[in-house]
C-alpha cells in the first residue's frame, strides 16, 4: 500500500503561480500511474491532470488550457503540479492519487480509476 502526501497549496493572488507536491511513501512511485483532481465546495471531484507511470503522456482537463503542468521524479517518490495563471475558480482543495496501471504508458482521468489518495491540499486563489 502507498501513502501519499500533498503540500505547496496555499493563498495567491490571481495570475499567480503555485507548485503541488505529492509524496509517496510506503511502496515506490515508480509502481503507479498518477492523477491529480480537485474539489471545490459544493462540487463534485473533477479531473485535473494525469501522467503515465513512465512520465510520458500527461493529460489534462480541459479548462486546464496549458497552465498546468504535471511531472514526475520517480527517484524522489514525488509527483508535482505547477500551476501558473491562477484564477478564481481555481480555488479547491487538490487531491492527488495513484493507481496500479495496465501499462507503463496508461494514463486514468476518472477518480473511480484510482486506488489511493492523499488527504489534499487547500488551494486558494484571492481575486
Known amino acids: 500500500q502507498v501513502t501519499l502526501v500533498e503540500s505547496g497549496g496555499g493563498l495567491v493572488q490571481a495570475g499567480g503561480s503555485l507548485r503541488l507536491s505529492c509524496e509517496a511513501s510506503?511502496?515506490?512511485?515508480?509502481?503507479?500511474?498518477m492523477g491529480w483532481f480537485r474539489q471545490a465546495p459544493g462540487k463534485e471531484r473533477e479531473f485535473v491532470a494525469a501522467?503515465?507511470?513512465?512520465?510520458?503522456?500527461?493529460y489534462y482537463g480541459d479548462f486546464v488550457k496549458g497552465r498546468f503542468t504535471i511531472s514526475r521524479d520517480n527517484a524522489k517518490n514525488t509527483v508535482y503540479l505547477q500551476m501558473n495563471g491562477l484564477k478564481s475558480d481555481d480555488t479547491a482543495v487538490y487531491y492527488c492519487?495513484?493507481?496500479?496501471?495496465?501499462?507503463?504508458?496508461?494514463?486514468?482521468?476518472?477518480?473511480?480509476?484510482?486506488?489511493?489518495w492523499g488527504q489534499g491540499t487547500q488551494v486558494t486563489v484571492s481575486s
Open positions: 501522467i503515465s507511470r513512465s512520465g510520458t503522456n500527461p
Open positions: 510506503g511502496r515506490t512511485l515508480s509502481r503507479y500511474a
Open positions: 492519487a495513484a493507481v496500479t496501471p495496465y501499462s507503463s504508458s496508461s494514463v486514468y482521468t476518472r477518480n473511480h480509476s484510482y486506488d489511493y
